[in-house]
């Protein structure tokens, strides 16, 4: 039998360059409302609005109950085996499960607000603690139904309601609320109401595509669902955990930086914003390839993907190795502060980004207990470090500890993959991406003198000049030619 690889690499890249434009829309709505929060409230609430979304991502995980990339896997075998009704008991128990635990945490969320609000020593915290609790069963039940539709490998919901209604409304909303004079109050509105819209949009997005399957009475196979999805939800729980306790612990040990570091932390994480949208296209086709026992696509989507997701974020890590101080000052006079975090940071980020969907494979392949190891093992790192550098250093130890974290559990993770399915994320458009990198960074940084705008111009422009230079793949070729006959077609 002919392998279906390139036809998934093509199919990957085709909804990977959707989900890439979704988290353009995505990633510039989240700059400008922290842009907006900076400029307008000052670092204090900056940092407490801070705190409040941590809570809300971690216990976001914690209703989903893993559920998330349950409903992905599950639902894309199911499509490939011809079984609608597993598909449709896979979908009802999954949004029942989330539903009922997301109302269950935020409950218990809106009783625990003022002791909580007291641990982090700030009583400030009680108000905005209480809208995270009344936005969680919203943001839990549109994930949930956002990531069923991913298993008919298809990325248009995700793309234009996870990330480009909800955040732009978001953005919209907060900006009515600040120039209405509602302050931080206001902005936590604005994520309720945002929450909401989207997910009855993620809903109606999930029930129309249930409707194109064939009708049959829903066939939960709860062991099969919450076995995977047991491991899988401490796995992200763990991830979430690394990527929001240290904004948490520095809250805890009454650092006056946390708003500093929160600016810095989003501003690196816009560096890598390519890899969840290559994430998301690339877990329905790997579950697929997996389950019909095809490695070799396997690999080769494995490879692309790492490639991709390389070339197009390496421009960004450059600019925040070169100008940090120049970027954060767009927030402000406090925010340059947090350059050296910005820097410590993109490193970390970095070795993420050239080490592509590692973790996604694991869990795609069923091997998620093992996914969960890796997490819990760098989360309780992360503890250790932060618990260790933060009393001392304060946000630069913050910074060390999460990119020390990020470098271990991904070296860890390669190998891992390297055992299963013999694959190194070494390819030719990994190392093109970073000779690129690294010329353009050697070009830009004595040019300290010209304006920011102009910098970024230069990375930009040395940096494409230097990939073309070097030759496009045929792979990379046939990519862009499948992309643009869907373009053409649409």
């Not at 109401?193 to 129309?208: E, F, G």
């Not at 196979?221 to 796995?235: C, D, V």
């Not at 600016?263 to 877990?283: E, K």
Request: hydrophobic share 60%.
């Amino acid at each position: 039998m002919a392998s279906r690889a390139p036809a998934m690499i093509s199919g990957v890249a085709r909804g990977g360059v959707l989900n890439l434009a979704g988290a353009v829309v995505n990633q510039a709505a989240l700059f400008g409302t922290m842009l907006l929060l900076a400029r307008v409230l000052g670092a204090a609430d900056v940092g407490r609005y801070a705190q409040c979304y941590a809570v809300l991502a971690l216990l976001n995980l914690l209703a989903l109950s893993g559920l998330r990339a349950g409903l992905t896997r599950f639902v894309a075998v199911d499509l490939a085996d011809g079984d609608p009704g597993a598909l449709r008991g896979t979908v009802h128990i999954g949004l029942s499960v989330c539903a009922g635990a997301a109302v269950l945490v935020g409950g218990a969320l809106a009783l625990a607000a003022p002791f909580l609000a007291a641990a982090l020593h700030d009583d400030g915290l009680t108000t905005g603690l209480r809208l995270v609790a009344l936005t969680l069963p919203a943001s839990a039940l549109g994930e949930a139904a956002l990531a069923a539709t991913r298993g008919w490998r298809t990325q248009r919901p995700s793309a234009f309601i996870g990330q480009g209604f909800e955040p732009l409304a978001r953005l919209a909303l907060t900006a009515l609320a600040l120039a209405c004079g509602l302050g931080l109050a206001g902005a936590f509105w604005s994520l309720v109401v945002a929450a909401w819209a989207a997910a009855a949009l993620s809903i109606l997005a999930l029930h129309r595509r249930v409707g194109t399957v064939e009708a049959a009475p829903p066939r939960p196979q709860l062991r099969r669902l919450f076995g995977f999805s047991t491991a899988s939800w401490a796995a992200s729980l763990a991830t979430t955990g690394l990527l929001w306790l240290d904004t948490l612990l520095l809250g805890a040990f009454d650092d006056p930086d946390v708003g500093v570091y929160h600016v810095a932390t989003r501003l690196v994480t816009l560096a890598v914003f390519v890899l969840a949208p290559v994430n998301a296209a690339f877990a329905p086709a790997i579950a697929d390839l997996h389950h019909r026992g095809e490695f070799d696509g396997v690999r080769r989507l494995y490879k692309a993907a790492t490639g991709w997701v390389v070339r197009l974020s390496v421009p960004a890590f450059v600019a925040l190795l070169v100008l940090p101080g120049d970027l954060l000052a767009l927030f402000g006079p406090a925010y340059p502060a947090g350059a050296a975090v910005t820097v410590i940071l993109a490193a970390g980020q970095l070795v993420n980004a050239a080490t592509g969907p590692c973790g996604t494979l694991l869990n795609m392949s069923g091997r998620v207990t093992l996914n969960l190891l890796d997490n819990a093992a760098a989360l309780a790192l992360n503890v250790v470090l932060n618990v260790w550098l933060i009393p001392a250093h304060g946000i630069v130890g913050a910074a060390v500890a999460w990119s020390a974290s990020l470098v271990v559990v991904n070296v860890a993770r390669v190998l891992q993959v390297r055992r299963l399915v013999g694959v190194l994320p070494v390819t030719p458009g990994l190392l093109k991406g970073l000779l690129a990198g690294a010329v353009s960074f050697a070009v830009a940084l004595p040019l300290s003198p010209l304006p920011v705008l102009l910098r970024l111009v230069v990375i930009g422009a040395v940096y494409t000049a230097v990939v073309l230079g070097l030759r496009l793949s045929t792979e990379d070729k046939e990519t862009l030619r499948a992309v643009l006959r869907r373009k053409a077609a649409a």
